[in-house]
């Protein structure tokens, strides 16, 4: 069974902050994938990672950096925190492979006051 | 144009009724078509895969592709209350490359 655990699942931030939100998976997955959600907007990519200290932007990559030291965890981080970055953040992993099921954690809602 | 369009609804069915929710995406070289299902203050978990067009069942569930349209279904039959959820359409290229999704449909089957 995969697992794809995500560090808080409610944060509460003030603006300015430095914040870090942490992916962690146990499937040995290359590929993991940052998104946020909002009412409206559906699902966007903000960073994914095809391998160990590699990371590629996805469609909303401003104001947040990632990082992968390891396989296994990837981390994202805001690095001054906007109110408007107050949004649910969700992390998959899949692996290589021709059949790309993406696995989800459960997500961390953000707010930034 | 979005390379994905879905209409967000919300969509509200009696249950027992038949569902049918779509997608439509600008990309012919989408070749991977999915559909995930997303319950409240949970990520989303994979209901449908298809590869290339055609038809796939899983018990309640069919999803059409018809790429010639580029055009994606998912059809629920006897619909039932624990469907109630946020469906969203998903749909990428061949080798690695992320996922597309479309914004999702929220769905409520009513008892």
Redesign the interface.
């Known amino acids: 069974d995969v697992k794809?655990t995500q560090s808080s699942r409610y944060l509460v931030k003030r603006t300015g902050e430095k914040v870090f939100l942490e992916c962690v998976q146990d499937m040995d997955h290359e590929?993991m994938?940052w998104y946020r959600q909002d009412p409206?907007?559906?699902?966007r990519?903000i960073y994914?990672s095809?391998d160990v200290k590699m990371k590629e932007k996805?469609d909303i990559p401003e104001g947040y950096s990632v990082s992968r030291e390891k396989k296994e965890r990837f981390s994202l981080i805001l690095e001054s925190a906007s109110t408007n970055q107050t949004s649910m953040y969700?992390c998959?992993t899949e692996g290589?492979s021709?059949?790309?099921?993406?696995f989800?954690?459960?997500?961390t809602r953000l707010t930034v006051l | 144009q979005k390379e994905v369009e879905?209409d967000?609804g919300p969509l509200s069915v009696p249950e027992g009724a038949i569902v049918s929710l779509n997608c439509t995406y600008s990309n012919s070289a989408f070749q991977?078509f999915?559909w995930y299902r997303q319950y409240s203050?949970?990520?989303?978990?994979?209901l449908m895969?298809t590869?290339s067009s055609g038809n796939k069942e899983d018990g309640r569930f069919t999803a059409q592709v018809d790429k010639s349209s580029k055009y994606i279904s998912l059809f629920i039959r006897d619909s039932q209350p624990s469907d109630s959820a946020t469906y969203?359409c998903?749909m990428?290229n061949?080798g690695?490359t992320?996922?597309v999704?479309?914004?999702?449909t929220r769905l409520s089957v009513i008892a």
């Open positions: 794809v590929n994938f409206g907007l559906g699902l990519l994914f095809y996805g969700l998959a290589q021709s059949y790309n099921e993406q989800f954690g459960p997500g | 879905q967000p991977y999915m203050r949970k990520g989303p978990e994979l895969y590869y969203l998903a990428k061949s690695n992320p996922l999704f479309g914004k999702g």
